[in-house]
């Protein structure tokens, strides 16, 4: 049974989908009936430290804004201001149940359900027990709980029904908020605790996340994890007013349309303003082992702000993603949990102004 309890002491493929299961098409119209509410409606809390002010959405299986099954529930920051700015917000206008992964329709940007998320938000990319499960069986997304298999392929833009979503702990201070998820399986032998700390650094414009994942189970968990870092920095289009840089020289084997930006040295430079249909994916390539390659630079010169993005783990793989209302960059890193071993991870991200151009 799902419990939470709350202490307030202080980029892939397009598709659309046509067809549901009946338990599918409600959970998506209660997820979409939902969206269309004032944000105030869902559960949530706010953080501060004298400089930056973040609203965060909380964890809840009936009520919350997110319930889909592609991102981990906790630690969603949809607002984070500093100086005047906004760092995070809604890249899509709307969500549609048909929508698989997110679409363009007509002026719109319109996000199915599994992708509608924003802010420094999780996606543990590997779910554990797929391959072992038969079509009806069981299988677990972490940060997300125990889901139903379906036929066909494992796809992290499509619903799947959540079966326990595990019991969720949210513990709030003034300037952070503690998550706890603790989940098991033993039809399928996995079993986790995961904890997640958003906290503001103090006497510092620092958004910190520190994570940790224990294995309580009889399984080895194998997966990987990433931030999608949603930047939607005062709404500004993805375009040459942008820096995008990183510690060593970029390579790509997929080079973007020369037409929309180009990779030089260690940066990608947009060649215009990302409009209309437009879509940036860089993989990138070239990154070291040293854990001083996982910093990203994000700047937009046109309204003077930055973010310094980094993780104290080796990357494995890393991504640019962008259209108009967005630009993301998701740092990869590996996770091999052995029964009764711990793992832990921290991504910092610091926020800075600079002279605005004129």
């Given at each position: 049974?799902w419990?939470?309890?709350?202490d307030?002491?202080e980029e892939a ?42 609203k ?8 919350g ?18 100086k005047g700015h906004?760092?995070?917000?809604p890249w ?11 679409v363009?329709?007509g ?6 359900p ?7 938000v ?13 079509a009806?069986g ?9 889901l ?22 949210v ?6 908020i ?17 904890r997640k700390?958003v ?11 520190e ?11 194998q997966?990987q994890?990433y931030?999608h ?12 007013e942008?820096?995008?840089?990183v510690p ?6 997929q080079?973007?349309?020369k037409d ?15 409009s209309g249909e ?11 082992a040293?854990?001083?390659?996982s910093?990203?630079?994000i ?5 003077g702000?930055?973010v ?9 793989r890393s ?8 630009l993301?960059?998701?740092?990869y890193?590996?996770?091999?949990i052995?029964?009764g071993?711990?793992?832990t ?10 002279p605005?151009?004129?």
């Open positions: 049974m419990e939470c309890t709350i307030s002491s493929p397009i598709i659309l989908s046509r067809t549901y299961p009946i338990w599918c098409a409600a959970m998506l119209l209660a997820i979409l009936t939902s969206s269309a509410a004032n944000a105030a409606d869902y559960p949530q809390a706010e953080i501060a430290n004298g400089q930056i002010t973040a965060l959405y909380l964890p809840d299986a009936k009520n804004y997110y319930r889909s099954t592609r991102f981990d529930w906790s630690g969603v920051v949809y607002s984070l201001t500093y906004d760092f995070y917000g899509y206008d709307r969500i549609d149940p048909k929508v698989i992964n997110w363009y329709q002026p719109e940007v319109v996000s199915g599994c992708s509608a998320l924003m802010g420094p999780n996606e543990f990319a590997t779910p554990l027990g797929w391959e072992e499960a038969k009806g069981t299988f677990i997304k972490i940060g997300v709980g125990v139903r298999k379906g036929d066909g392929n494992y796809n992290r833009y499509s619903p799947y029904e959540v079966l326990d979503p595990g019991k969720w702990s513990k709030k201070s003034k300037d952070n503690a998550f706890t998820q603790e989940l098991s399986d033993p039809a399928d032998g996995y079993g986790y605790l995961y700390v906290r503001l650094e103090k006497g510092k414009p620092e958004l910190v996340i994570q940790s994942l224990k294995n309580t189970g009889k399984k080895a968990i997966s994890v931030n870092n949603f930047m939607v920095i005062d709404k500004q289009a993805p375009g040459p942008f820096t995008f840089k060593f020289d970029i390579q790509v084997n080079p973007p349309n929309l930006a180009e990779v030089r040295g260690n940066q990608v430079v947009y060649a215009k303003p990302l437009d879509q940036v994916a860089v993989p990138i390539q070239g990154f070291s040293d854990t001083r390659d910093e990203v630079v700047e937009n010169r046109k309204v702000a930055g310094k993005i980094t993780i104290d783990r080796p990357l494995v991504l640019l993603w962008s259209i108009r209302t967005v993301a960059v998701e740092p890193i590996a996770i091999d052995q029964p071993n711990e793992f991870w921290t991504n910092r991200v610091e926020y800075y102004t600079m605005a151009t004129k």
